[in-house]
C-alpha cells in the first residue's frame, strides 16, 4: 500500500477530510479532499460533516476551522507551521491600538490568531476584503491590519481612509519590481497577475489583482492567453498547471517555507495518531468566531 492509499483508508475509517491550500505541496493537494484559499476552506470546514477536519496549511487556519467547528477533532500535520503575518500582529499590541483609537472599528486579515480576531469587528480575507469594506458604512473609521499591501491596496480600490498595521507577508514582499519588469519586457504578451500581499510597486506593473482563487480562475477563464506572470507564492502554479496544460505560467520562486512544512508522512501520522490537534479556548472561541461568521455571512 503507497502512503497516499493510507491516508485515503485513514480517512474512510475515521471519516476525516482533508482540506488544503493551494500553498501546498503538490502531493499534498492531490491526496486532499478540497484544495482552495483561506475562504474557501473557511467556508467548507463550516459545512463539513467528517469526524475529523484535518487542515494542511498554516496554524491560523486550523485555528479558524477549530473556531467554525467545535464539535469536530481538527488536526494539522505539523503544529509548527506559522505564519510571518500573523506573528506580526500580537493581540496584546492591537489591543493597546484598539484602546489608542476607541471610536474605529477593527479589520483584520484572516491571517491571525484566534486572539487577534477575538478583538476584531469583521474579517476578511484577499476573495472578499473589497467587498466587505464597501459594504461598511462610510462614517465607520477602520484600523485595518495586519498586511499593509493588501490594505494599501483595498484604500487605493474603494477611496476609504484606514489606519494601516505595519505588518506584511514575507513571501508576497520578497517580489521583486526590477525582475518583474525584465520578466515583462521578456514575455510582452503575457498579463501580469499578482496577489494584493506584495508590494505596491508589483500591483502598480500588473494586470490583474486577486487572491490566489481568483488568480487561478483568471488563467481558466482566459484562453486567449498562451503566457502569464504569476506573482504569488508558487504553490497554485500546480493547480493552474493542472487546469491548463497548455499555457506557460512565468514565476519567481518565492515559496513559503512554513506551508512547504506539510509532507505525506506527516500527513499520515497526523491521521493515524489524530495528534497534534488543535484547540482554542470556548470563551475565546465564541469571541473569535463572531467576526469570522459575519464575514461569512457577507460574502
Not at 50 to 55: Q, T
Not at 254 to 276: A, F, G, H, I, S
Request: glycine residues 4%; contains cysteine.
Amino acid at each position: 500500500m503507497t502512503i497516499q492509499e493510507e491516508i485515503r483508508e485513514l480517512c474512510r475509517q475515521k471519516n476525516a477530510v482533508i482540506l488544503a491550500h493551494y500553498y501546498q505541496r503538490p502531493e499534498i493537494q492531490d491526496v486532499a479532499d478540497i484544495i482552495g484559499d483561506s475562504l474557501a476552506l473557511a467556508q467548507q470546514a463550516q459545512m463539513t460533516q467528517a469526524d475529523i477536519i484535518v487542515m494542511c496549511g498554516v496554524h491560523f487556519m486550523a485555528e479558524t476551522a477549530a473556531i467554525l467547528c467545535p464539535t469536530r477533532k481538527v488536526l494539522i500535520p505539523d503544529a509548527t507551521a506559522g505564519c510571518s503575518l500573523a506573528d506580526s500582529c500580537q493581540a496584546a499590541d492591537l489591543k493597546r491600538w484598539k484602546e489608542e483609537h476607541p471610536e474605529y472599528k477593527v479589520v483584520s486579515y484572516v491571517n491571525t490568531s484566534a486572539a487577534v480576531k477575538a478583538l476584531t469587528d469583521i474579517v476578511v480575507t484577499s476573495s472578499n476584503a473589497l467587498k466587505i469594506v464597501r459594504r461598511l458604512p462610510k462614517e465607520d473609521k477602520i484600523l485595518f491590519g495586519p498586511d499593509q499591501n493588501l490594505g494599501r491596496y483595498i484604500m487605493e480600490e474603494t477611496g476609504r481612509e484606514m489606519e494601516l498595521w505595519n505588518g506584511c507577508c514575507h513571501v508576497h514582499s520578497r517580489f521583486s519590481a526590477e525582475k518583474l519588469q525584465a520578466l515583462r519586457q521578456q514575455y510582452p504578451n503575457a498579463p501580469v497577475l499578482a496577489h494584493p500581499e506584495c508590494k505596491k510597486d508589483i500591483l502598480d506593473q500588473a494586470n490583474v489583482v486577486g487572491s490566489t482563487a481568483a488568480l487561478l480562475n483568471f488563467v481558466k477563464g482566459h484562453a486567449e492567453y498562451k503566457q502569464f506572470i504569476i506573482c504569488t507564492e508558487p504553490g497554485i502554479l500546480y493547480e493552474m498547471r493542472k487546469s491548463c496544460p497548455d499555457v506557460e505560467l512565468i514565476a519567481e520562486e518565492n515559496r513559503c517555507e512554513y506551508m512547504r512544512q506539510v509532507t505525506l508522512e506527516k500527513l499520515r501520522d497526523c491521521l493515524r495518531d489524530e495528534t497534534p490537534v488543535v484547540r482554542v479556548e470556548p470563551e475565546l472561541a465564541e469571541k473569535a468566531v463572531l467576526p469570522i461568521k459575519k464575514m461569512l455571512e457577507w460574502s
